[in-house]
Protein backbone atom coordinates (compact mmCIF):
# COMPACT_ATOMS: atom_id res chain seq x y z
CA UNK A 1 0.00 0.00 0.00
CA UNK A 2 1.22 3.53 -0.77
CA UNK A 3 1.01 6.21 1.54
CA UNK A 4 2.28 9.85 1.47
CA UNK A 5 2.72 11.72 4.40
CA UNK A 6 3.51 15.57 4.66
CA UNK A 7 5.02 17.65 7.25
CA UNK A 8 6.39 20.83 8.01
CA UNK A 9 3.54 23.45 7.24
CA UNK A 10 2.56 25.91 9.62
CA UNK A 11 2.05 29.75 10.00
CA UNK A 12 4.93 32.44 9.20
CA UNK A 13 5.58 35.82 8.55
CA UNK A 14 5.62 37.04 4.95
CA UNK A 15 9.33 36.83 4.12
CA UNK A 16 10.00 33.43 5.99
CA UNK A 17 10.76 30.31 5.18
CA UNK A 18 9.56 26.68 5.70
CA UNK A 19 10.25 23.24 4.60
CA UNK A 20 7.96 20.73 4.14
CA UNK A 21 8.59 17.44 4.10
CA UNK A 22 6.92 14.41 1.98
CA UNK A 23 7.91 10.68 3.53
CA UNK A 24 6.52 7.48 1.12
CA UNK A 25 6.07 3.91 2.04
CA UNK A 26 5.06 1.38 -0.34
CA UNK A 27 7.21 2.41 -3.14
CA UNK A 28 10.80 4.06 -3.96
CA UNK A 29 10.76 7.37 -4.36
CA UNK A 30 13.62 6.97 -6.70
CA UNK A 31 11.82 5.45 -9.12
CA UNK A 32 8.99 7.55 -9.57
CA UNK A 33 8.68 11.32 -10.36
CA UNK A 34 7.40 13.17 -7.32
CA UNK A 35 5.41 16.31 -7.57
CA UNK A 36 4.30 19.66 -4.94
CA UNK A 37 0.69 21.03 -5.47
CA UNK A 38 -1.04 23.16 -3.64
CA UNK A 39 -4.72 24.53 -3.21
CA UNK A 40 -6.16 27.55 -1.90
CA UNK A 41 -9.48 28.54 0.03
CA UNK A 42 -11.61 28.47 -3.02
CA UNK A 43 -9.55 27.52 -5.45
CA UNK A 44 -8.29 24.88 -7.86
CA UNK A 45 -5.59 22.69 -6.86
CA UNK A 46 -1.93 24.31 -8.68
CA UNK A 47 0.98 22.91 -9.69
CA UNK A 48 4.47 24.03 -7.43
CA UNK A 49 7.22 21.64 -8.45
CA UNK A 50 8.44 18.44 -9.49
CA UNK A 51 11.34 16.30 -9.63
CA UNK A 52 12.63 13.23 -11.63
CA UNK A 53 15.22 11.01 -9.51
CA UNK A 54 16.70 10.10 -12.81
CA UNK A 55 19.19 12.93 -14.13
CA UNK A 56 17.80 14.86 -10.95
CA UNK A 57 15.10 16.62 -13.50
CA UNK A 58 13.04 19.65 -11.81
CA UNK A 59 10.10 21.69 -12.44
CA UNK A 60 8.84 25.02 -11.01
CA UNK A 61 5.87 27.14 -11.58
CA UNK A 62 6.23 30.42 -12.47
CA UNK A 63 5.01 31.77 -8.84
CA UNK A 64 7.87 29.76 -7.33
CA UNK A 65 11.29 30.51 -9.24
CA UNK A 66 14.04 31.14 -7.29
CA UNK A 67 11.99 31.12 -3.93
CA UNK A 68 11.46 26.95 -3.82
CA UNK A 69 13.35 24.53 -4.19
CA UNK A 70 12.50 20.62 -4.41
CA UNK A 71 14.77 17.89 -3.40
CA UNK A 72 15.10 14.35 -2.54
CA UNK A 73 16.89 12.21 0.01
CA UNK A 74 16.94 8.64 -1.23
CA UNK A 75 18.22 7.18 2.35
CA UNK A 76 14.97 8.20 3.80
CA UNK A 77 12.65 7.75 0.96
CA UNK A 78 11.41 11.50 1.47
CA UNK A 79 11.29 14.59 -0.86
CA UNK A 80 11.74 17.99 0.05
CA UNK A 81 10.00 21.49 -0.28
CA UNK A 82 12.36 24.16 0.35
CA UNK A 83 9.93 27.88 0.63
CA UNK A 84 11.83 30.64 1.26
CA UNK A 85 10.34 34.58 1.01
CA UNK A 86 7.10 33.57 1.49
CA UNK A 87 4.64 35.53 0.67
CA UNK A 88 1.01 35.73 1.65
CA UNK A 89 -0.43 34.71 -1.91
CA UNK A 90 1.57 31.37 -1.27
CA UNK A 91 -1.15 30.59 1.72
CA UNK A 92 -2.78 27.27 0.75
CA UNK A 93 -2.24 23.05 1.63
CA UNK A 94 0.26 21.79 0.12
CA UNK A 95 0.07 18.47 -1.46
CA UNK A 96 2.77 15.48 -2.03
CA UNK A 97 2.39 13.33 -5.17
CA UNK A 98 3.73 10.26 -6.65
CA UNK A 99 3.76 9.57 -10.53
CA UNK A 100 3.93 6.02 -11.88
CA UNK A 101 5.20 7.40 -15.28
CA UNK A 102 8.17 8.42 -16.32
CA UNK A 103 7.36 12.20 -17.33
CA UNK A 104 7.93 15.20 -15.31
CA UNK A 105 4.19 16.34 -15.36
CA UNK A 106 2.76 19.32 -14.05
CA UNK A 107 -0.79 18.64 -14.20
CA UNK A 108 -2.99 16.89 -11.51
CA UNK A 109 -3.69 14.12 -14.12
CA UNK A 110 0.27 12.76 -14.28
CA UNK A 111 0.46 11.78 -10.55
CA UNK A 112 -1.19 8.76 -9.61
CA UNK A 113 -0.83 8.93 -5.06
CA UNK A 114 -1.46 11.70 -3.20
CA UNK A 115 -0.75 12.34 0.55
CA UNK A 116 -3.29 14.46 3.29
CA UNK A 117 -2.15 18.19 2.79
CA UNK A 118 -0.02 20.00 5.01
CA UNK A 119 -1.21 23.84 5.67
CA UNK A 120 1.07 26.67 4.97
CA UNK A 121 -0.02 30.11 5.86
CA UNK A 122 1.77 32.91 5.69
CA UNK A 123 0.77 36.13 7.68
CA UNK A 124 1.43 39.88 5.94
Known amino acids: QVRLVESGGGLVQAGGSLRLSCAASGLFLSNYPMGWFRQAAGKEREFVAAIRWSGGFTAYADSVKGRFTISREYAKNTVYLQMNSLKPEDTAVYYC?????????????????WGQGTQVTVSS
Open 97 to 113: AASTGLRLGTSIEDYRY
